[in-house]
């Protein structure tokens, strides 16, 4: 008997805790809680990222426009060369030959001319004397006119033969640094189809640029003059400086991606960036300092009747953008203008002053579940079922 009595007892206080729960809605008190910024001077950056390659602002490959054996080289990689400085020169002895059979030539058009002409000049004599025809007097003179055509094509093929063994005698066409070399002492050119490439050669590798391959989906965003930092990584611990100096028309596609190449300048007084190095770009292309700005997030902010507790109010204005204040027992929206925006702030140009504290989010807490109010998405679509108005509402 005791234990059934102690048993009709337990479910008693059973039944009673369970009544009172049903009867407070069956579940805990909720409490909203907000989240404020303060509109303040900062800096408003956007940037995009890419990567592209170092060389150098000017190089020039030199090659060779004559054929022959590479008999002497006299620089080697990183060699230091001045403008009109010999470094290479190819053996010389056909070309030497052609040239002494370019001279032969137009010794004996020489004397061949000499002869015609003196021919002439007696024909015509014999001519104007009415001793020979006029057919025998114009064959004169066309011979006379062959002549002096051989003596200028032969001249020609002496200044031909000149300059292809001038042409042996490679030189620097700049100032600058040997990166390249192509040949060796003993190797054979060919110049028959195209220029065979000798040597690279660098002008200034103190002043280098950047290549960089930019999205098409980014490309609208970048423009001459503005700021880029990058880095490499065999330098992983510096950041290097630059700024775009050319925006390239031309678009390259490669597997259906759309690129195009934007120039960037590049100092390099210390010489670390090398020519052929990977740098990773960053370049920014919206740059405020200093301007009065709020967390963009501020601006989707919009306070809901269910957010209001006992006593408090909704203070609205029509604009198309406004940002909240919570002042005592009232949501008061501010119309303000706004400028430029990274997405995480945005420029106030007007509306509202330097040092106020906006709403940005909230957050309901107890019941079921927390509710964290982002609004980014629509924070006020119906809540979930069994949660009424009172219990939507901050006790």
């Given amino acids: 008997m005791k234990n059934k009595k102690l048993w009709i007892g337990v479910g008693a206080v059973a039944v009673i805790a369970l009544v009172v729960w049903l009867?407070?809605?069956?579940?805990?008190?909720?409490?909203?809680?907000?989240e404020t910024a303060k509109v303040e001077k900062q800096d408003i950056h956007t940037s995009i990222t890419a990567t592209g390659t170092i060389e150098p602002v000017t190089s020039v490959t030199v090659g060779t426009q004559v054929s022959g054996i590479v008999s002497k080289l006299y620089v080697d990689y990183n060699s230091v060369v001045k403008k009109g400085q010999i470094i290479a020169e190819l053996d010389k002895t056909n070309l030497i030959s052609e040239l002494n059979r370019a001279k032969a030539d137009l010794t004996s058009a020489q004397s061949t001319l000499n002869y015609e002409q003196a021919n002439f000049n007696r024909y015509q004599t014999l001519f104007d004397k009415g001793l020979?025809?006029?057919?025998?007097?114009?064959?004169?003179?066309?011979?006379?006119?062959?002549?002096r055509q051989t003596v200028a094509s032969s001249r020609e093929s002496?200044?031909?033969a000149q300059t292809n063994l001038g042409y042996a005698t490679i030189t620097s066409p700049i100032d600058g640094v040997v990166l390249s070399?192509?040949?060796?002492?003993?190797?054979?050119?060919?110049a028959s189809f195209n220029t065979p490439e000798l040597f690279t050669i660098a002008q200034d590798l103190t002043d280098m640029r950047v290549i960089a391959d930019i999205d098409e989906a980014d490309i609208g965003g970048v423009k001459e003059g503005q700021r880029v930092s990058f880095t490499v990584d065999a330098f992983p611990d510096d950041k290097f400086d630059g700024a775009v100096t050319q925006v390239r028309q031309q678009a390259t596609t490669e597997s259906n991606v759309v690129t195009y190449?934007?120039?960037?300048?590049?100092p390099n007084k210390d010489l670390k960036l090398k020519p052929g190095l990977t740098a990773n770009v960053t370049i920014f292309?919206?740059?405020?300092?200093?301007?009065?700005?709020?967390?963009?997030?501020?601006?989707?902010?919009?306070?809901?009747?269910?957010?209001?507790?006992?006593?408090?109010?909704?203070?609205?204005?029509?604009?198309?953008?406004?940002i909240w204040t919570l002042e005592g027992n009232t949501f008061k929206a501010h119309k303000v203008e706004t400028g430029t925006?990274?997405?995480?702030?945005?420029?106030?140009?007007?509306?509202?002053s330097?040092?106020?504290?906006?709403?940005?989010?909230?957050?309901?807490?107890?019941?079921?579940?927390?509710?964290?109010?982002?609004?980014a998405t629509n924070p006020f679509m119906p809540r979930p079922r069994g949660r009424n108005n009172n219990q939507q509402q901050k006790k």
């Fill in 23 to 34: 009867l407070s809605g069956g579940k805990s008190e909720e409490k909203v809680e907000f």
């Fill in 132 to 147: 020979v025809s006029a057919n025998d007097y114009e064959s004169a003179r066309l011979s006379f006119e062959k002549a």
């Fill in 158 to 160: 002496v200044q031909k």
């Fill in 181 to 190: 070399k192509s040949v060796e002492e003993g190797q054979t050119v060919a």
């Fill in 261 to 266: 190449e934007v120039v960037i300048s590049a």
């Fill in 285 to 322: 292309t919206l740059e405020k300092n200093n301007v009065l700005a709020a967390p963009t997030k501020a601006l989707r902010f919009m306070p809901n009747e269910a957010l209001l507790q006992k006593g408090q109010q909704i203070e609205d204005v029509e604009a198309p953008q406004k």
């Fill in 341 to 352: 925006t990274n997405g995480m702030l945005t420029e106030i140009v007007s509306g509202i």
């Fill in 354 to 375: 330097e040092g106020t504290e906006v709403l940005v989010d909230f957050t309901i807490t107890g019941g079921d579940e927390e509710m964290p109010g982002e609004q």
